[in-house]
């Protein structure tokens, strides 16, 4: 009896042995096997997308060039522009600002011509006095009229409007096209890859009204051969 019972206990132990090398009581005993492939692979997320970059894309990615954005029209677009460096991580150390001030565009141009019939009959006037013309473009609410004359400023516009009454022309008037304002561009010395890529994608979705007609060049040569000294010193 007793040797049955030493039987029986031997052979519960080498199965419960036996379970646990296998695994199968892993459920009741908690027990982890880092160790097996399958396992892990079930750890681990889309391994089937791991890829070992060539040495020709690590050296892409490393390499730096010198970017203007830019033109920033006014001082909304550059704190449009500002806000999304900082975002991406570029600090104000990493880019230059350079500033310029557009003048503004005035015109010489017609009253608004409520009619076909009125409009002809201006073309009529100005071709025979052989005055050069031409459509108004932009401002909307001021068309249809025709522009004959544009300046750089409002008082040199008024001379010209005044000469052109001197000749028993009615009808006209000072018209300003454009505002004066400052046009901004940020230069970025050492813009990497994955820079220039964030930035593009900036652009081209188009979130930011602020930054549109802006766009990534290279910088000017003379800009672009300061780049070096000027991170350098930094």
């Not at 909304?76 to 500002?82: D, I, P, T, V």
Request: proline share 6%.
């Amino acid at each position: 009896m007793l040797l049955r019972a030493l039987f029986l206990i031997l052979l519960l132990a080498n199965t419960l042995f036996y379970g646990w090398s296998q695994g199968w009581l892993d459920g009741l005993l908690a027990r982890q096997h880092p160790d097996r492939e399958p396992e892990r692979l079930q750890l681990e997320t889309h391994p089937e997308r791991l890829r070992l970059l060539s040495p020709q894309a690590v050296t892409a990615l490393q390499t730096r060039a010198c970017l203007d954005l830019g033109p920033l029209n006014g001082d909304e677009a550059l704190r449009a522009a500002q806000t999304a460096l900082g975002q991406l991580g570029v600090s104000e150390a990493d880019w230059r600002l350079q500033s310029s001030v557009q003048p503004g565009l005035w015109a010489v141009a017609t009253i608004k011509l409520g009619s076909a019939d009125f409009r002809a009959r201006k073309e009529e006037t100005y071709k025979r006095m052989k005055l050069a013309y031409e459509p108004l473009q932009g401002l909307p609410e001021e068309q249809p009229s025709l522009v004959l004359s544009q300046h750089a400023s409002e008082k040199a516009a008024a001379t010209a409007l005044a000469a052109l009454e001197q000749r028993a022309l009615k009808g006209l008037r000072v018209l300003q096209l454009r505002p004066s304002q400052t046009r901004h561009q940020l230069s970025l010395p050492k813009a990497d890859a994955a820079l220039q890529a964030q930035l593009q994608a900036l652009l081209a979705a188009g979130r930011e009204p602020a930054l549109a007609g802006a766009a990534l060049k290279p910088c000017a040569p003379e800009a672009a051969a300061s780049a070096p000294a000027s991170a350098a010193s930094r």
